[in-house]
């Protein structure tokens, strides 16, 4: 028998990580959500993404961890049926939703040209309901009690509330498989993609920049376009043209971004993923020994909800920006730059990230100075034909 301290223990701990789980990602999530939609800027297609997986981050936040801490100071079954649902709800919107973030990025980096279209806002929207049906095929079965073993359980059971005990294994196997693995394995194969064509267009644009510099310290500024264009066709000469690299189509921030993100739903989710997969297929009972680390596991699954907002805020600096213009309390520099529009507004960006324009802005002013220096020779060369006709 288990002793009865430990489970208080046990008990007390999750009340006191949940409570504080709970309003910091609430809090998160609904800024991020309301930076986007105050600010017409990022009213995009990737950016709606990011907003709804903040949306899902909320259901996980707020009512699940309600539900968890009214359910360990209850007791009572059915906030125990409440809480799987709305756990099940999230799981699916939330690595759903990563699922898409890594096809934009995916269909961004591939077919830049056809992203307009492949990737538009009724097509986004046409993804986004497909989430929530899965979403709700998963929470309908748990709401209405068709995949709990016992349809009530005895008082000394509801501590030990969770799919492991209480789900059938049938419906485990497709929650950890379907739900959970399958989307991580799919969103894993788009991302080891996009990492692959962003580290080929790395090398060639960076292979490029070395031999523009060596054309302009080279060669007369005159010539300067036609020799470019010569040596780039004999350069790519004999290889087969492709069209997954044309235009300016490396974006490392809204990448790396995206990177983050994946890596810590996979973090969060895959060990309880597994964790489930393994109790469904094994024929043994759930032991109380192994309890603990379940329940670490399932609260592993809440921090993604916490880690989401604060990985925008980090790596996106437009999304910083606005979040910043939001609350004034954090800003101390300001960065002024220009818009797509060409008007200016202050934005909150880092030198960092800016690193690769710094060469082609060198480029240009040497550039600048060259075509400089050939009209002043130009002039100095017919001041003494003026001269002698005077």
Known sequence: MKPISTMSTLKLINIAVLTIFSPIG?????????????????????????????????????????????????????????????????????IGTVCLLSLDRYLYIREPLGYVYQMSKH??????????????????????????????LPSKEF???????????????????????????????????????ASQHYSRLRALTHLSEIKITSSISNLEVKNNVKDDKLSNKGKPKSKKFTGNIWSPKAVRTTFLIVVTCII????????????????????????????????????????????????NTELRGFMKKLLPCFSKEKVTTKRRSNTTATLYTDTS???????????????????RIDIFSSHSEKMPNIQKNT
């Open 268 to 315: 969060c989710n895959l060990p309880y993923a597994i964790l489930l997969l393994v109790e469904a297929v094994s024929n043994e009972d759930f032991n109380y020994n192994n309890i603990k680390y379940a329940y670490s596991l399932y609260l592993l699954t809440f921090v993604q909800s916490i880690l989401n907002p604060i990985i925008y805020t980090t790596t």
């Open 159 to 197: 501590e030990k509330c969770m799919m492991t005990r209480i789900v059938k294994k049938e419906f485990l196997l497709w929650i950890s498989i379907g739900i959970m693995i399958m989307p991580i394995i799919v969103t894993c194969c788009f991302n080891i993609q996009i990492l692959q064509m």
């Open 26 to 94: 609430m809090i998160l999530n609904i800024l991020v959500i309301v930076v986007i939609l105050k600010n017409q800027d990022l009213r995009t297609c990737t950016y709606f993404l990011y907003a709804h997986l903040a949306v899902s981050d909320i259901v996980v936040s707020m009512i699940a961890t309600f539900t968890s801490i009214v359910l360990l100071v209850t007791e009572q079954f059915i906030y125990c049926q409440v809480t799987l649902a709305i756990v099940a709800l999230g799981y699916s919107l939330s």
């Open 123 to 152: 097509r986004v929207t046409f993804y986004i309901l497909l989430v929530w049906g899965s979403a709700f095929a998963t929470l309908l079965p748990i709401a209405t009690g068709m995949v709990f073993v016992n349809s009530k």
């Open 353 to 371: 990230s800016l690193g690769s324009i710094e060469p082609k802005k060198e480029l240009f002013d040497m550039h600048k100075n060259l075509s």
